[in-house]
């Protein structure tokens, strides 16, 4: 059965529990359970990677060129992560980039992403819903490549 890839980064492991009034009280886990309800009708099945390293996200990433497309919430990697940007720029297929929090609303140093630039779309500040409304881009993207 195809698999999109589900990829968190650092600190994210710990929602619904890290500062929930910026990044809201769902857990992990319920946006993984919401992304597998949004892609269900597709016959797709989630593949739900969270590490705290980036040479495991990276790992992860090259493990998963067989998805048929991801999303991708780096957490603060997007500031500085060029070796995740190095392998994104690699990975074969479509993803979207999301934040749970509006990064531009918040300190100067979140306002430029170094993965950005290759992801096929971006959704920023919706909280755990924009894992679904990238998950709902994704199969359209998908589809159009088909």
Known sequence: M???LLLNGPNLGI???REPDVYGTQTLDDIAGAVAREVAE???EVRSVQRDCEGELIRAIQDSYDTVGAIVNPGALMIAGWSLRDALANYPRPWIEVHLSNVWARES???ESVIAPLASGLIAGLGGFGYQLAARA???VVQNRS
């Open 15 to 17: 929602l619904g529990r």
């Open 109 to 111: 140093f979140r306002h």
């Open 138 to 140: 994704l199969v359209e």
């Open 42 to 44: 597709q016959g797709w």
């Open 2 to 4: 195809p698999e999109l």
